[in-house]
């Protein structure tokens, strides 16, 4: 595994997700062996016991299988104490039935919250705004997500954006807008005249023009 550059910028999409370890209410964690050969979408939150923090991570909760189906895990973080942590998912399961069962970083020292840049002094310095990192099986940041304090996420997107990614892997595609699984796909312009002439030639795409096909693909698993 590369190693990441340690600098004063925060991660951006094709960086190696900086390494870490942290205690959650999993127990101790060292990231770079977490979930290995999984998908990982590492997400903050402002703080425990407050009400839309409450309702995002209990998206997160209630949707875990989907994620699951997708070879991903999930991790959380706040600026909390583990022991807040324990006290705030006893309370939500005792209250609506809903079990955080995946780790959530107990990240009082800052260190994880400032090495992936979820401190933005404008918004507050010492909450972390509602971030989402999606991380790849190599430990690569192939998205990124930035909410403020006072708007929650949309779990629908998280998951068809992480889909989309799997998907554009595995058949080499790109997504047009708003893209949806069992929708057509992009497939790559051509790179050269022999290419060109090959596309045009092609019924089974749909071409808008000769830079911009589309096409179904079989059936993913």
């Not at 925060?10 to 370890?21: L, N, S, T, V, Y």
């Not at 058949?171 to 005249?193: C, E, H, Q, R, T």
Request: aromatic content about 10%.
């Amino acid at each position: 595994m590369e190693t990441p550059q340690m600098t004063n910028t925060m991660p951006r999409i094709g960086d190696i997700a900086p390494d870490f370890e942290a205690l959650t209410t999993k127990g101790k964690i060292k990231f770079s062996e977490f979930a290995k050969d999984k998908w990982v979408v590492l997400f903050s939150h402002p703080a425990d016991f407050t009400p839309v923090c409450t309702t995002e991570m209990s998206g997160f909760a209630t949707r875990k299988p989907e994620f699951e189906a997708l070879n991903t895990e999930l991790m959380g973080l706040s600026i909390d104490s583990v022991h807040a942590h324990l006290g705030w998912v006893q309370n939500v399961r005792e209250n609506t039935g809903v079990y955080f069962d995946f780790p959530i970083i107990a990240d009082l020292d800052m260190k994880v919250a400032k090495l992936y840049g979820m401190l933005q002094p404008n918004e507050s310095e010492t909450a972390a705004v509602r971030a989402v990192f999606f991380i790849d099986p190599d430990k690569k940041i192939r998205l990124i997500m930035y909410y403020p304090l006072n708007v929650g996420r949309n779990m629908d997107e998280i998951l068809r954006a992480l889909e989309a990614l799997q998907i554009a892997d595995k058949y080499k595609v790109a997504m047009p807008l708003d893209w949806k699984k069992g929708n057509k796909v992009i497939v790559p312009p051509p790179k050269s005249l022999d290419e060109l002439n090959a596309r045009l030639a092609d019924d089974s795409l749909e071409k808008v023009d000769w830079y911009l096909a589309k096409k179904d693909l079989e059936p993913v698993s």
